[in-house]
């Protein structure tokens, strides 16, 4: 009875430790305020109320680059500077034509 009374305490242990998840997940995405006056690393998020469409789009992901060059392709990238909406931990937009 010792053992199984073990066994299942053991197997109630590794369940647990694998079904684990963060209870309270950080903000992992938000539209960069390019204008606020607060510093930190990076920039700080926008109110949720002002977002506008605006802050996802940038011109230059939908046009197919040069790709007449020594290698063969051109990569145009896009960071946080130029498209708002990406602020999130240097994650960047690239298109590879």
């Known amino acids: 009875m010792a053992a199984k009374m073990l066994l299942l305490a053991l197997l109630a242990m590794a369940s647990s430790l694998a079904m684990a998840s963060d209870p309270s997940p950080l903000q992992d995405l938000c539209v960069a305020d390019k204008d606020s006056k607060v510093l930190v690393n990076g920039f700080v998020c926008k109110d949720p109320k ?25 990569v145009t990238a896009v960071n946080v500077n130029q498209l708002v909406g990406l602020n999130t931990l240097g994650i960047s937009m690239v298109r590879i034509d």
């Open 50 to 74: 002002v977002v506008k469409a605006e802050d996802f789009f940038f011109r230059g992901l939908d046009k197919a680059g040069d790709t007449v060059n020594k290698v063969g392709s051109n």
